[in-house]
Nanobody, 125 residues
Framework: VQLQASGGGLVQAGGSLRLSCAAS???????????MGWYRQAPEKQRELVAA???????NYADDVRGRFTISRDNAKNTVYLQMNSLKPEDTAVYYC?????????????????WGQGTLVTVSS
């Protein structure tokens, strides 16, 4: 299972960005995605949860982004989004998407948890 993230960039404080992360797998297998989420890691800090969303649509946000960020998903496209508004310099970090679920093969299934490659978000003051 691969996650491809996009949408990072440089934005001024108060601006907005939208991150996307699409999950894919090889032909002949089927994905069932459970919880998908976004994490971030600022320089010299630990990776932290930003927001997560279950397959049923339940959302969880870090306290410092609640009300500014919105996580959503398109199950038909196996894609999770993070709309980030009112960005602050302290939101500057590499953002990673994460997904866990099950991969169904011809004769078996396996649980998985995987990370995307990270996309840099830089907010200037």
């Amino acid at each position: 299972v691969q996650l491809q993230a996009s949408g990072g960039g440089l934005v001024q404080a108060g601006g907005s960005l939208r991150l996307s992360c699409a999950a894919s797998t090889s032909t002949g297998s089927t994905l069932r995605l459970n919880t998908m989420g976004w994490y971030r890691q600022a320089p010299e800090k630990q990776r932290e949860l930003v927001a997560a969303i279950t397959s049923g649509g339940s959302r969880n946000y870090a306290d410092d982004v609640r009300g500014r960020f919105t996580i959503s998903r398109d199950n038909a496209k196996n894609t999770v989004y993070l709309q980030m508004n009112s960005l602050k310099p302290e939101d500057t970090a590499v953002y990673y998407c994460n997904a866990e679920g099950q991969l169904f093969l011809a004769v078996s299934s396996n649980g998985f948890m995987t990370w995307g490659q990270g996309t840099l978000v830089t907010v200037s003051s």
